[in-house]
């Protein structure tokens, strides 16, 4: 279980961008599931067993849980427009919900600004974890249909990474 102090006690966070043919939603929450969809149908579930990706997952989780005072409370989640950004965190009060230009929350100083970084480094991480395991796989396969016993070597493990752009 992830560990996230707060008052009100947090259990979730999510991150959606709204994109014109699509919504990506970022879902981090305190039992370790971690997973991103995508409102076409794709997305990546069930990720969090890994520890890597399970740590971003965690950083994400206190950096929106720590930013409670930036949001406000909401009934319901309503899905971002075009070009925004919907940060929530969900507790045992109900969720809390901040909205943003995507542009805006690249300035450093902007409240959100730490909150948007670590959605987008972890969805990136998921990407990339994903990409290695559907590797390893076809390896592992190959290595199978061409009667070798020997098992490929695991992808390296990415260390967590310092300051990195938010996309446009």
């Known amino acids: ?63 929106a849980a720590g930013r409670l005072d930036e949001l406000i409370p909401t009934p319901q989640c309503p899905l971002p427009e075009i070009g925004h950004v919907r940060i929530h965190v969900l507790t045992a009060d109900g969720p809390y919900t901040g909205d943003e230009l995507l542009p805006a929350l690249q300035d450093p100083a902007h409240p959100l600004h730490t909150v948007a970084h670590t959605g987008f480094v972890l969805e990136r991480e998921i990407n990339e974890f994903v990409l290695r395991s559907r590797q390893a796989d076809r390896e592992r396969a190959e290595a199978q249909a061409a009667g070798r016993v020997d098992e490929p070597e695991p992808p390296p493990r990415r260390e967590i990474d310092g300051q990195m752009g938010l996309p446009l």
């Open 1 to 63: 279980m992830l560990v996230c102090p707060t008052t009100p006690p947090t259990w979730g966070a999510l991150m959606e961008v709204g994109y014109p043919e699509f919504v990506v939603t970022r879902v981090a929450l305190v039992d370790g599931h971690t997973s991103i969809y995508v409102s076409n149908g794709a997305g990546h579930i069930g990720v969090g067993e890994d520890p890597g990706i399970r740590e971003f997952a965690r950083r994400f989780l206190v950096e």
